[in-house]
């Protein structure tokens, strides 16, 4: 690990400034990611900015009905709230499958979020990655591809993102609220705050230098029956092969993102009409253009299973 300075920050706004004009800097709450890309020098941050102290910790309503989450949350209190348990139980599920007590007990909103790919060849600095050093090459085409993209990578880059929480947050519709080095705010639609690779894929998020995520708001609980399935090489701490977030209504329509298949959480809301139609017709729109290798063309069918098995859930619930 690179040495770096340390302190902690004052209010959002500071920190925001901080950010955005010290070459380097990061911030840092929970850092169970940062960290280990610390210790394996594929973040080498100059200086780091602990937010811990902004107060940004509570689960609230607003005023539509809906809650506003604080981006440092832990992921324990998150899953465990009864409003989100009650309202939003997809969340609640797909962050008790995310990662192990211990980790959650550490992990952020915000982190959660900003996690960065768990693609093989990003953690080895032996070779060649885009994401890790711009313009090197991605080792990850032609090489083994079992963990990686079917639908949403370029010729750059064909990592996956890892959150489980994020897709559970992409079907719910939350919006993620920021602030910057002047103080002003904004509020992200989750569909607009992963970006898909491009020719830039070492830029993961919308986000401009400095800007500090505040807190994620939910909209008004839609009802239906929530699942979040998740389907992975072991039973414990490990990524998404594939994963399925689901909001199923009586009248069997509804939502429905998917892990494990792309450079953000995969929506496609054109597939949701389809929903009474089944699986196969919904997976078939979500996964229009897929393009997968030898090594990961079985995530395709594991996306209809995925999504059929939690369907058949939601009608016997």
């Given at each position: ?19 955005s ?16 890309l610390?210790?394996?020098?594929i ?9 811990n ?17 604080g981006?440092f ?15 939003y139980g ?63 990578a370029?010729?750059?880059c ?66 239906g ?86 369907m ?6």
């Amino acid at each position: 690990m690179k040495a770096f300075t340390y302190e902690r920050a004052a209010s959002a706004q500071d920190a925001a400034a901080k950010a955005s004009s010290l070459q380097g800097a990061r911030f840092i709450a929970g850092g169970t990611n940062l960290l280990d890309l610390m210790k394996l020098e594929i973040e080498t941050p100059t200086h780091l900015i602990d937010v811990n102290g902004l107060g940004f910790d509570k689960i609230e309503k607003t005023q539509d009905g809906g809650l506003r989450i604080g981006a440092f949350v832990r992921n324990t209190a998150l899953a465990a709230d009864m409003r989100v348990r009650k309202g939003y139980g997809v969340l609640s599920r797909a962050l008790l499958a995310g990662a192990s007590g211990q980790l959650r007990n550490k992990a952020t909103t915000s982190g959660n979020l900003l996690q960065r790919t768990r693609c093989p060849y990003f953690y080895d600095t032996n070779q060649p990655c885009n994401k890790r050093r711009p313009g090197s090459g991605c080792a990850a085409i032609g090489g083994y591809s079992r963990q990686l993209a079917i639908v949403g990578a370029s010729e750059a880059c064909v990592a996956t993102h890892p959150s489980d929480m994020a897709v559970a947050m992409r079907v719910l519709d939350a919006q993620v609220e920021t602030v910057n080095a002047a103080g002003q705010t904004r509020a992200i639609p989750i569909a607009e705050f992963h970006r898909l690779p491009g020719d830039t894929p070492h830029i993961d998020t919308v986000l401009a230098p400095g800007e500090l995520i505040t807190a994620v708001t939910l909209p008004k609980p839609i009802g239906g029956v929530h699942l979040y399935e998740k389907v992975r090489d072991r039973a414990s701490y490990a990524f998404a092969l594939v994963s399925v977030a689901a909001v199923i209504q009586k009248d069997g329509s509804g939502r429905v993102a998917i892990g494990g298949v792309a450079h953000k959480p995969w929506r496609v809301e054109a597939a949701e009409a389809a929903m009474p139609q089944g699986a196969k017709a919904v997976a078939a729109q979500l996964l229009a253009g897929a393009t997968p290798t030898e090594d990961n063309a079985f995530k395709v069918p594991l996306v209809e299973r995925t999504l059929a098995a939690a369907m058949h859930e939601a009608r016997a619930a």
